[in-house]
């Protein structure tokens, strides 16, 4: 690969900047602040968990509700967690790129959104036909016993989900990398920390094997978010993006759980 190719989509610090090593450190950074979220996540988990069994639910707590707490929780975790980025490397909130999406913007919004159904549907037959199978993320094994716990999340995907992980792990961690090495591989390496960060959801149930293989779905998935967020450069174009995605997913787990819609269509 020529030098002009690498430096391809780099800015123009970046250019001068980019070392192998520099980037190896600066993504090792940015895999720290992306667990520092799930750390934070569960900080805020017990915290809330502590209010609202106080002031508002009596323990324990149904399903739903304890799904309505860690998810208010992930969204404390990464403001949280991309506020201390932002203060301790100096930034104003203009780093945040939030504005109006123009008509170029919805456009890969719409294309991101049916890109990530696309995908899903081709490494799903591809595991079909290969006989590899995956981990279900905890909520859905939840979900098996008690399909309630899926209804809040519809809204609270688009709410909080969306816009809390891509906040964090594209505006900040994928961002943050951009001054270290060209654009594909701020988005390769964010994805990989965006699917390791899942490891805790998916550890339970299955394999190594399986785990594996489900990681690696997170992390083509995720490919589709980063890119969508590098061409529009703005963090509402991924957030409606992962945040729809999550809602129609959650939406179909319920009815076919509680009236076998999608299994009637299949």
């Known amino acids: 690969m020529s030098a002009g190719a690498l430096r391809a989509g780099m800015s123009v610090e970046s250019r001068d900047a980019w070392r192998p090593g520099r980037f190896v450190a600066a993504a090792l950074a940015m895999a720290f602040v992306g667990a520092v979220g799930i750390f934070a996540l569960a900080v805020w988990q017990s915290v809330l968990y502590a209010v609202v069994t106080d002031a508002l639910w009596e323990p324990p707590l149904s399903g739903a509700r304890q799904q ?38 919805v456009a890969w919004a719409l294309g991101g959104l049916l890109s990530l159904f696309a995908l899903l549907q081709v490494i799903s037959l ?53 001054d270290h090495a060209p654009r594909w591989a701020a988005v390769l390496t964010a994805s990989v920390i965006f699917a390791l960060v899942h490891i805790p959801a998916y550890s339970t149930g299955g394999t190594t094997g399986q785990l594996v293989a489900t990681l690696a779905v997170i992390f083509t998935l995720s490919i589709v978010l980063g890119t969508v967020y590098e061409r529009t450069q703005n963090l509402v174009v991924p957030a409606f993006v992962h945040g729809s995605y999550n809602a129609i997913l959650f939406g179909f787990e319920y009815l076919d759980a509680t009236t076998g819609f999608v299994a009637a269509l299949l």
């Not at 930034?91 to 504005?99: A, K, M, N, P």
């Not at 993320?137 to 899926?150: R, Y």
């Not at 809040?152 to 505006?171: A, C, D, K, M, T």
Request: hydrophobic share 45%; net charge neutral; proline share 5%.
């Open 68 to 105: 309505i707490v860690s998810t208010l929780a992930l969204g404390a975790g990464t403001t949280m967690t991309a506020a201390i980025y932002l203060a301790y490397t100096n930034r104003s909130l203009s780093f945040v790129d939030v504005r109006v999406p123009s008509l170029r913007a």
């Open 126 to 178: 591809a595991f079909e036909a290969f006989g590899v199978s995956t981990t279900q993320h905890s909520t859905t094994q939840a979900a098996q016993s008690e399909p309630s716990l899926l209804l809040p999340l519809v809204p609270l995907s688009l709410l909080i989900i969306g816009p809390g992980e891509e906040l964090l792990y594209r505006n900040v961690v994928q961002k943050g990398l951009y």
